[in-house]
């Protein structure tokens, strides 16, 4: 949620619009993109990505582990109110989800992921 100011506000805490992780490396949101039925590549200046219609099942590239910081967190949220197609989150070359290569977000209703870089073990779920 944008408050006054540009200031980013998420879980209680407010950071400047663009910022790093919270002093307890709570993520917060740099930029917000909402994606209209196609595939797409995330990076880190838009780590919410909002898709708001899907009418095949679509796949979320994730930016190489290198290019983030530990702890950077992207929140993959279905809005697009059609339940039955796949958000399909595909890391980065070798990297991992879970220890998995790719990870799918469900064929429910209004589903949603968080994904944080961990220190070893690639993106985690949150």
């Known amino acids: 949620m ?3 100011g540009g200031v980013i506000l998420f879980r209680g805490a407010q950071q400047p619009a663009g910022g790093s992780p919270g002093p307890g490396g709570e993520p917060f949101i740099a930029g917000v993109v909402e994606v209209a039925d196609t595939n797409h590549s995330a990076a880190a200046a838009h780590n919410l990505i909002v898709y708001t219609s899907i009418s095949a099942n679509r796949t ?8 983030v910081a530990d702890g950077f967190a992207f929140v993959i949220k279905d809005l697009s109110n059609t339940p ?3 958000i399909i989150i595909d890391p980065n070359g070798g990297e ?3 220890l998995a290569p ?3 977000i469900g064929t429910g209703f209004m589903e949603s992921i968080t994904l944080v870089k961990t220190l070893t073990q690639g993106w985690a779920i949150i």
């Open 2 to 4: 944008l408050g006054q």
């Open 60 to 67: 979320v590239t994730l930016p190489a582990l290198a290019s």
């Open 84 to 86: 039955g197609f796949e």
């Open 96 to 98: 991992v989800v879970d």
């Open 102 to 104: 790719t990870f799918v």
